[in-house]
């Protein structure tokens, strides 16, 4: 007897399971059961499980009987003919879906050549594992798996064209490459998929060699002839908003141009993009702290607004402005309403960005890297033929990290600009390397892909000969004009009187726990404690109670709260976090009492 | 000759004087030696700690980089040797944090001549290891209707160890005053005198029975007689020294145990502070890592001059400092601020961590040194 569960819960049991499990199958091929429910035989247990729950993982298989497809050359016909569709396929039970379970019970054949009578079912592509991004790695069979997971992630993360109405839209963080180019080694998915619509890369030269160190530990040095030409040419988009909310009491927020006596003015100078409307003009060149969207909100305590009070004079100024550390021009002015009907200000600002050094790019294999040096074109090597690279890569990439379809990439690369075709490289049905290089023999070139190269500073011919080719590079959205920081004086906690945290704030880089040790073992005392004084503070002492007295700049007098000012108040140098420890240690009830004594 | 190095005896430790003497030839001229001894005497003092120097924080810096490495290897370790030991960080840590129960105990015995040969290592492990009436007992039963326990023997088991019924039973009598026992060739039925008893009492007695003490030492669980270099030894599983330097076959000089609480218990604190050395620097090495002795051993000296072992947590070591601050600046705070308010407690800031605090030089290193004369 075997039992059967249905969706894990048991519902019976049966004598048969074997044929039981045939029969459904039959039947769901037959169109008699849904062909969303699954059927798995566990031979341990010799139990049978039906799953028909939404979520399970699924794929599709071609059905194979007595080691033939059940698609033939007619269905393929037919479909290419549009007389049939992917519903007509599943409705006929020539292909069907599998989850995990139901897999377990099959054999599958990889691709047709293999198939033996034993064999339950066909991949319909071996592509067909591999998930999008993944599937758009060329020669992705030639990499080491975690190289193409790596490749596939990489490519979520590049700057391409993403939608084509990109000007009407008020999209968050928006990266946009310019010069978009189809890859010309591709797979099957690029067409599928329609890539060629919204492309994410470039075709570049790439040279496998090394640049005066600065390609060492994965950077990469770019051709100042290739950026001036638009390589890696993107733009920043980043919209700011304002609206005019309404508080109780009929008090709105008001879009216009600050009056001077609002609380909190900055200056003239950063109001001066401004026009009439308390709007900012569209192509007006702005930097940090440059207001776009002029704004002053009505006082925020209302208790505070009697009737001797003059209303304007109390308004709160909260205009937007651009960030810390940002730049660019305005793109695009929207002026419409929220949900709630009150009037909604947009502003996108856009900021054309060249590549930099830091600027971060990959090929598709995960080979990232960051720019270490741009170099005029006219010192970059080149090759016999007069070519200068684009970019050059080190070669100390390569071997422990195994991305052969790296180089494969590279040759097919190199065949397909010469030979002005793309080049097929879908994973497990790629072209063959062999007839690559053999064609790249009839083109003229050195069937191994390497080259003659000259150093471009002084022309001598360079004793080894340089892998050479194109290959489809990716610019990736992390650009270091967005993280990009540093600071001396800035912002600080009202708390602790420490520095803030964090880029967005404007900063410190905070000298930790760790980091405070190694000043110890090196007995930099002194050192050490300079680089703790951001929140240092003088405190008058009480010499008296041991309390923390006050000081009166005005009457340039201390006096003691609690003993007066005939007793002697001396200040010592201590950090505010000291003092704020303190201040809690008070409000528990414990008497922090200093003995102040002298240090010399 | 001799004079020469007598004159250098107090400007030199011991052991370097040693290693001078085994590698200087005896024919080195009087000039030559002293030239030698005097570059060796300002080596000697060049590689002393300055004063201020902060070693403890080196020595903390210089175990715990290699330390991070450590973890990741732990895993692949475990196992390998022929006894389950910890080994690796939960090894060091375990050592460090002072803590009484480990979670292998072990033993390695050192045989004296002739058993370190090899004669008897069979028997003499099998003697030292501790057999408990669970392990010779097949079942027990209660006997609910008479309110009896009835427990069968397993005759195979008791031979292999070397025990007869009658000890056995002898050695049960102890344990269950009020029952009568009756004892055949591979059963023993134990039935209360008292008519009170219930079922309650009858199931703690057998629970109580399953771990009478029969033979061996108590606490070794298990034993593995090894060679090693071309000497048997017994390596076990579970710790008892006092119990096993007692007996006469045990080589007492060499045999050691990983609990350095015995050790500290059995031979006294500087045996123990010595042990906690040995078995921090054996992980370290175990794992290919390059860390300075010195540095465990200024650990183990921290842990150990109180005479008890401290281990490094905020019940031990941290408990020690004399600062109210630096105590609160490492877990608890509320504790020590609460117990420092209660009985007023001074804080002289004298040390680094109170003075990070308030913004202070701290007085290691350039901050150590100040103005002898008063300045008035």
């Known amino acids: 007897m075997s039992e059967v569960y249905l969706n894990n819960k048991l519902a019976g049991e049966v004598d048969n399971p074997q044929e039981i499990v045939e029969q459904f199958r039959e039947q769901r091929r037959k169109g008699e059961i849904s062909p969303n429910a699954n059927i798995f035989f566990n031979e341990l247990t010799k139990d049978v499980y039906v799953e028909t729950q939404k979520g399970r993982a699924r794929r599709p298989l071609i059905v194979v009987k007595d080691g033939r497809p059940l698609i033939t050359e007619e269905h393929l016909k037919k479909l290419e003919k549009d007389e049939m569709q992917w519903q007509d396929l599943l409705q006929e039970g020539l292909i069907e879906y599998l989850d995990a379970g139901e897999e377990e019970n099959c054999y599958v054949a990889f691709i047709e050549d293999q198939l033996t009578p034993d064999h339950t079912h066909l991949e319909i592509s071996p592509l067909s594992m591999l998930g999008l991004t993944a599937s758009l790695v060329p020669y992705g069979n030639f990499n080491q798996s975690t190289r193409l997971n790596a490749g596939a992630k990489n490519q979520k993360q590049a700057v391409g064209f993403y939608a084509a109405n990109f000007s009407v839209r008020m999209d968050m963080d928006v990266n946009l490459l310019h010069y978009p180019q189809k890859p010309i080694v591709q797979t099957m998915m690029h067409d599928i998929w329609n890539f060629d619509q919204h492309a994410a890369g ?29 390589f890696g040419r993107s733009t920043y988009y980043r919209p700011s908003l304002a609206e005019e909310l309404r508080y109780a009491g009929g008090l709105v927020d008001e879009i216009s141009i600050p009056d001077k006596d609002v609380k909190g003015y900055k200056s003239e100078k950063d109001y001066r993009f ?34 001797y009070s003059i209303a304007s004079s109390t308004r709160r100024e909260s205009s937007v402005a651009l960030r810390h550390g940002e730049k660019g021009i305005i793109d695009f002015v929207l002026i419409t309403e929220n949900e709630e009907g009150n009037r909604l200000i947009q ?73 002005g075709r793309y080049i097929n490289g879908t994973t497990f049905d790629a072209e063959p390397e062999d007839a690559l290089r053999k064609e790249l023999l009839n083109l003229g070139f050195k069937e191994n892909g390497m080259e003659t190269f000259y150093n471009g500073e002084t022309g001598e011919r360079m004793v080894a000969q340089i892998y050479a080719g194109n290959m489809y590079y990716l610019k990736l959205k992390h650009m270091v004009a967005n993280k990009l920081h540093s600071r001396a004086r800035g912002p600080i906690q009202l708390l602790t009187r420490q520095p803030t945290e964090g880029r967005a704030k404007e900063g410190g880089l905070r000298l930790g726990e760790m980091e405070k040790d190694t000043f110890i073992a090196h007995g930099a005392s002194l050192l050490l404690k300079e680089r703790f004084d951001s929140d240092r503070t003088i405190v008058p002492v009480c010499e008296e109670c041991g309390l923390i007295a006050v000081s009166d700049e005005f009457r340039n007098r ?43 | 000759m001799g004079d020469l190095y007598k004159e250098y005896m107090d400007k030199l ?95 390695e015995i050192y045989l004296n001549k002739p058993y370190s040969q090899g004669k008897d290592i069979k028997k003499l492990a099998l003697s030292v290891k501790e057999t408990l009436f669970n392990d010779i007992a097949v079942e027990f039963l209660i006997n609910i209707v008479d309110l009896s326990i009835t427990i069968v023997l397993d005759r195979g088991q008791m031979k292999s160890v070397g025990l007869i019924p009658s ?16 004892a055949d060739s591979n059963e023993i039925i134990l039935k209360s005198r008292s008519k009170d008893v219930n079922l309650n009492n009858l199931y703690n007695t057998k629970e109580k029975l399953k771990k009478v003490h029969l033979k061996g030492i108590k606490g070794v669980k298990q034993v593995l007689p090894v060679k090693r270099g071309d000497e048997f030894m017994i390596i076990t599983a579970g710790s008892n020294l006092k119990e096993i330097l007692r007996l006469d076959f045990v080589d007492s000089s060499r045999t050691v145990t990983n609990n350095v609480f015995e050790i500290a218990n059995v031979l006294g604190i500087e045996a123990a502070r010595q042990a906690i050395i040995n078995e921090v620097f054996g992980v370290i090495e175990n794992q290919g890592l390059n860390v300075d002795i010195r540095h465990i051993m200024l650990v183990a000296d921290t842990m150990c001059t109180t005479s008890v072992i401290k281990g490094i947590t905020r019940y031990g070591v941290v408990s020690e400092k004399s600062s109210v601050l630096a105590r609160a600046s490492f877990e608890t705070p509320i504790k020590h601020i609460i117990n420092a308010a209660l009985v007023g407690e001074i804080d002289f800031l004298e040390s680094v961590v109170e003075n990070i605090m308030i913004n202070q030089p701290v007085p290691v290193g350039t901050g150590l040194p100040t103005l002898v004369t008063k300045v008035k």
């Open chain 1, 202 to 230: 470039q075709n570049i030269v790439v040279a496998i060699m090394s640049y005066k160190g600065y390609n060492m530990e994965d950077a990469i040095v770019l051709n100042r002839g290739s950026l001036d030409r638009g």
């Open chain 1, 274 to 307: 401004l026009e009439g409307d308390g709007i900012i003009y569209p192509e007006a060149v702005v930097r940090e702290g440059d207001v776009i969207i002029g704004k002053t909100s009505p006082p925020r305590f209302l208790s505070s607004l009697d009737e």
């Open chain 1, 347 to 419: 502003v996108r600002v856009r900021d054309p960005r060249t590549p930099e050094i830091g600027d971060k790019f990959t090929s598709r294999h995960g080979q990232k890297g960051v720019v270490g040096l741009i170099v005029p074109a006219e010192d970059m090597p080149f090759s016999s033929s007069g070519i200068t690279p684009d970019i050059i890569f080190s070669p100390h990439g390569i071997p422990s990290r195994m991305t052969i379809a790296h180089l494969i990439e590279l040759l097919g690369g190199k065949v397909g600009a010469l030979s």
């Open chain 1, 558 to 600: 201390s006096y003691c709260p609690l003993c007066g000012d005939t007793v002697e108040i001396n200040n010592i140098d201590i950090s505010y976090a000291f003092k704020l420890i303190l201040d809690e240690f008070k409000s528990l009830g414990i008497y922090p009492k200093l003995q102040l004594e002298s240090k010399y």
């Open chain 2, 13 to 107: 430790p011991a052991r370097v004087m040693q290693e001078l003497k085994e590698y200087l030839p005896g024919s080195v001229s009087q000039s030559k030696l002293r030239q030698v001894l005097d570059k060796t005497v300002e080596e000697y003092e060049e590689s002393k700690a300055a004063p201020g120097e902060c070693i403890g924080n080196v020595s903390a810096e210089s175990i715990g980089e290699p330390g991070t490495q450590m973890t990741l290897n732990t895993f692949h370790f475990a196992g390998v040797a022929e006894m389950n030991v910890t080994v690796g960080l939960p090894r060091i840590i375990e050592i460090l944090d002072g803590r009484k129960e480990l979670s292998t105990p072990s033993m």
């Open chain 2, 167 to 182: 000890t056995v039973v002898n050695a049960m009598k102890k344990q269950t005053k009020g029952y009568i026992v009756k």
